[in-house]
């Protein structure tokens, strides 16, 4: 089955707020099969139609037998389908919001893998490491798990006489930070498949603001969020993992104001400058990931159980 | 464990799209034991402190000891994480893009259920019915599934004698989201969990620049398009499932064209149209959701495990 080269178009696409992911690889089939990691590793295979598959029949109106069977044979055979878990505060919990990098990173990874928002507002790594286990089970599930970010220090990092309900001492995040990639480790998610991202920097002026509005005194400061940063990308340096060292980042030769919100919570252009970051990162791995199922212009109208099928039934 | 009510604040967050949803109930406790449609009508559950249960230490610096204990005895107890479907074509597949129904979807849902795109550019609903038992089976994904968008017609429609690649004639397109539906019961997701989405109208002379700039001819027709929609509209009054019918409600008494990027697909209008509609679908039965994980102003920062694995603990 080949489908001659000027055949396959540009996809119409409502506008897109990155340039458009690499043009599908034409007749990809990711087999049932194969799971999470070995996704990444898995070349493309070529479907062939095998000798010992007879193509059903094309569909037509009415051949309930014939795709009973087919539906029969396929049930069961489940398309693994990959996912990348963000783990972390508020800042991942919003990350779904207009224009958000939770959502962007979604649509750039849409028929590659899911993306699930474990963001919980609020939360410091004391409290993450406590949940962390009831979000990510060995087995299945952490097999197809391609990529975790960890995304914690925000709340860590509040002063501990203003705010000592959020706050946890900077050794203990690092102790946190640290066991938490040791749990998923423990459960076979390796440590190139996680990334630690440190907190973003705080811009002191504009939370004070919020801070007074709810009758509180300014309750982080900038210079200390940043030794937790430090510490976060030296635990990254010690368990082996890729870490994203957004504090420094957003500082590093220009005003960091026009990246948050509120002083805390990432604006539109932090989300972006957030999702640049981060896909620089997960590139590499991720655009090894096949897309499922096969491209439209890639299935034969004749006989689209082949293309649709064909590795589920060979199996 | 009460907290007064003026101690629970209004959360700090970034600029929502939509009104923000209503605050987390204080001191939900979803059950660890409990699964999909079963947690649509599970009340929350108040968490006490148990007599059986001794609150482990608060966590300091190093209770390795304890922790080790504590995470023991939550592994393998996974928080059922509810899921909503998004099964459809490039309208789903695309709908994570800036201003996307997916995203929006996924963000008014955020701490309550995953939101999964399962869009497929360009496939009819022919090719749809084949895969639809490779993306969802039965078992405990189906029981997480608390709704599933099947959003078809827009490929389906194109004319025969000028896209005969994605045609699919009219009766074998009412057949086929049949066959989807009961697919779907099949594996016990009931039809009061479906939502059945028609194709949005066509604006004919903004569809005919892309086909001419591609050296075709205009492949699809609004009057055809509504037909189809017509047939979507009658399979979910015989299946008893909900309907959206976005091709008639974009064109009552208003011009629809604002609600499409290039005449077939939509613009950030019409995404929020379509996630404004959808919403009144699902709010009625997806805000009975709890909440996942408690709210951080309820978590005892004395105990926090008691208050976050409280459930799994008790189980």
Redesign the interface.
Known sequence: MTVPVDLV?V???????FPPAAPPPPQHSPR?SARGAALLKEPFKVPTSPSQLRPPPA????RPAA?AL??TA??????P?PRVVLFGD?IT??S?????W???L??RL??KC?V??R?????NS??A???L???I?GGA?AESTVAVTIFFGANDSALKDVN???HV?L??YA?NLT?MVR?LKSIDITEDRIILITPPPLQESAWEK?CLA?GDKLNRRNATTGEYAQACVQVARDCGTDVLDLWTLMQKDQDFSCYL??G????MKGNNFLVGQLWSHLEKRLSALPSL?P???D?D?QN??VS??GA?LQE
């Open positions: 178009p996809e119409p696409r409502v506008s897109a707020p049932g569909v037509g109106g009415g795709m087919v539906e396929v049930r069961g055979r489940l398309l389908w508020s919990e919003f779904f919001q207009e224009g958000g939770g959502a962007s979604a649509s849409v028929r899911d699930v928002n963001g919980f507002s609020g939360y004391r409290w490491k406590l949940i286990p009831r979000l089970a599930a000592p309900r959020q001492p050794e203990e102790a066991s749990y919020e709810k919100s509120d805390l919570h990432l604006s199922l491209y439209w212009r299935v109208p689209p159980e649709l099928l589920a």
